[in-house]
Nanobody, 115 residues
């Protein structure tokens, strides 16, 4: 059974940085395409970054240049580095992977940015 566990969220001031982590188990991680999404209060969940098994990345336009997704296959971990945080980045951040038509989600980690 695939399990994803996020960590690294917290309360930070605008302009600060955070690195979120997501540890995967129950899967052959190095073959998995991974993604980070976020859900702000009252809004729909939105995909912000993805990374393929060979390390190719893609980003939602509003986060390009501030968010960096990376992976460490030896640690079964995907990261999301968030720099120059803005109050509008406040959200619960989730990692996910999709296998055989089903999307697995972690429980999320809260990021709160104060102005």
């Amino acid at each position: 059974q695939v399990q994803l566990v996020e960590s690294g969220g917290g309360l930070v001031q605008a302009g600060g940085s955070l690195r979120l982590s997501c540890v995967a188990s129950g899967t052959i991680f190095r073959f998995d395409r991974m993604a980070w999404s976020r859900q702000a209060p009252g809004k729909q969940r939105e995909l912000v970054a993805g990374i393929t098994s060979d390390g190719s990345t893609n980003y939602e336009d509003s986060v390009k240049g501030r968010f960096t997704i990376s992976r460490d296959n030896a640690k079964n971990t995907v990261y999301l580095q968030i720099d120059s945080l803005k109050p509008e980045d406040t959200a619960v951040y989730y990692c996910s992977t999709r296998k055989r038509g089903f999307t697995y989600w972690g429980r999320g980690t809260q990021v709160t940015v104060s102005s």
